[in-house]
């Protein structure tokens, strides 16, 4: 079993900046792919950023690519997301979770286990 927390979130001003933490109490935390979502109010969950057991391969969706950065640290248990330059499109609970058995998980229903999110809103 594989519970994950976030933290990080907060309200800002546009173009600043936010560093969203995705802490696992799991002890194979390296066995999973970890990916942020974001849910804003009346639209889907949308997928953010994915990044692979070892860190090396990352995903972005096109509408934050050059401005958000994800990155891991296995041996604390923690993904990070970097968000800079922040819109107030960017607004939306945000979600980390964690796939066991994909290569490339693209959608919700391919991962295992999910935070409970953490609220950025950014204001313009």
């Known amino acids: 079993q594989v519970q994950l927390v976030e933290s990080g979130g907060g309200l800002v001003q546009a173009g600043d900046s936010l560093r969203l933490s995705c802490v696992s109490s799991g002890r194979t935390f390296r066995n999973y792919v970890v990916g942020w979502f974001r849910q804003a109010p009346g639209k889907e969950r949308e997928l953010v950023s994915t990044i692979s057991r070892n860190g090396y391969t990352t995903y972005y969706t096109d509408s934050v690519k050059g401005r958000f950065g994800i990155s891991r640290d296995n041996a604390k248990n923690t993904v990070y997301l970097q968000m800079n330059s922040l819109k107030p499109e960017d607004t939306a609970v945000y979600y980390c979770?964690?796939?066991?058995?994909?290569?490339?998980?693209?959608?919700?229903?391919?991962?295992?286990?999910w935070g409970q999110g953490t609220q950025v809103t950014v204001s313009s």
């Open positions: 979770a964690a796939d066991y058995k994909h290569f490339a998980p693209r959608t919700s229903d391919e991962f295992d286990y």
